[in-house]
């Protein structure tokens, strides 16, 4: 989605008191903006509440921090906590084939990265 900016949460993401569940270290802020970028809204809800982006096993959660400036930050969540009408959206968009939402589906823990070629 065109004109979003994303801006990490910066006490989040400080070492070791950061909290939450936090980036893969192999997300660099350039790839969380191209994620963003491409990130589909939830079916049911308005885009302005939530986006999402999935990468390799990653699906990723965007959420507005000053939504009037256009400024959103974002998280991994498990696939399995995912409402299966954004996973349907996900497949639709191109984030996902059959094969990684089953496993995305399944998930239990993180990705230890974030799957992206």
């Not at 959660?61 to 998280?75: D, I, K, L, N, Q």
Request: glycine share 8%; net charge positive; proline share 9%.
């Amino acid at each position: 989605m065109a004109g979003l900016v994303y801006v990490p949460h910066k006490e989040k993401h400080k070492e070791p008191k950061g909290y939450g569940s936090l980036c893969q270290k192999s997300v660099s802020t350039e790839h969380a903006q191209e994620l963003l970028a491409r990130a589909v809204p939830h079916p049911d809800r308005p885009a302005t509440r939530a986006l999402f982006a999935a990468c390799g096993e990653a699906v990723f959660v965007a959420r507005p921090t000053r939504f009037e400036a256009g400024e959103w930050h974002g998280y991994p969540e498990l696939g399995s906590r995912i409402d299966p009408a954004v996973l349907d959206a996900l497949e639709t968009a191109g984030h996902l084939d059959a094969r990684r939402r089953r496993r995305v589906e399944r998930q239990r823990e993180l990705p230890a990265r974030c799957g992206c070629p």
